[in-house]
């Protein structure tokens, strides 16, 4: 179960050989943000991996303070071997909104990097062409120019709902459900590392990291007090647990989104409603393609909604 509760947005099972890196800030006392990383063997495949654990501003002059955390979902473009190529991770979303353009976002954000599972033999352009020297760097001074918005075409206009989704299958290949449980043992790690207020655990996700959250969400609803699958929809055979627990969601599309088309949205979204949940919303950015997302995470609103819940146990 869930309840709201009234906050004012201030800017403000085992993980084996666990170490931490600290990328920046090395000083005992320190207001400013850090940005760290921490060491884990994977179930899937037994190799060592990292993983992005984001220290808000205030965490290190505020001991007694117990945070929020938010676990964030990448999407396809950002997989990589948890090593060298984790830095993919600081492309989008909310820790490149805290970390890159120094957005003060009072949650840890815990970012891990799903493998490629096959996809860098695919011929995918996205991921064949990407280079590091693309990925964003955190600025002395300033914040360094946001990525042009992806190219849409067509008119904006509403788009037919498919309700027939039997012939659909749930998922996308080989995407986060395949490190659930590294997923839930990072979770818990930093739940046992960090001092974190464990009712106020959130979820969020784009593209391939939206289907991972309403994945990870069927599966463990209990743990999660609000999530946000940004411009990836949820198949009506995962929503009974997630109505069953009243988790409040937040669903976000783009209305010219060429890769996950909205007309996959509705049918999820009317099956938690048919089962008796209510606490859904859904915004469709209909002038925007698959990067709806950017606008989702630069923005204020998500972050207020998701400190408004918390679990009641």
Known sequence: MRKVIFCLFVSTFLISACSIKVVKNTSN???????????????????QREYFVYLPSGYDVNSDKKWPVMLFLHGNGERGNGQDELDFVLMQGPLYEAWIQKKDLPFIIISPQLPMLGFDQK?????????????PKRQLKGVPDRSAAFQTQGDIQRTPSLT?????????????????KDLMNILTNVQNKYPVDTSKTYLSGLSYGGFGTWYLASKYPQRFAAIAPVVGWGHPSLMAPIAEQNIP???????????????????????LEQLGHHNVRFTVHEDKGHDAWTRVYSGDDLYQWFLSYEIND
Do not use: C, H
Not at 250 to 265: E, L, P
């Open 29 to 47: 006392k320190s207001a400013e943000p850090q940005l760290l990383r921490e060491s884990y063997q994977s179930t899937v495949d037994q190799s």
């Open 123 to 135: 011929g995918i352009g996205y991921i064949d062409n990407r280079s590091k020297e693309n990925i």
């Open 164 to 180: 027939d989704m039997s012939e659909v299958a749930p998922l996308l290949p080989q995407g986060w459900e395949v490190v659930e």
């Open 249 to 271: 969601v937040w669903a976000f599309a783009g209305g010219r989104d060429a890769a996950v088309n909205i007309q996959y949205f509705y049918a999820g979204l009317n099956e």
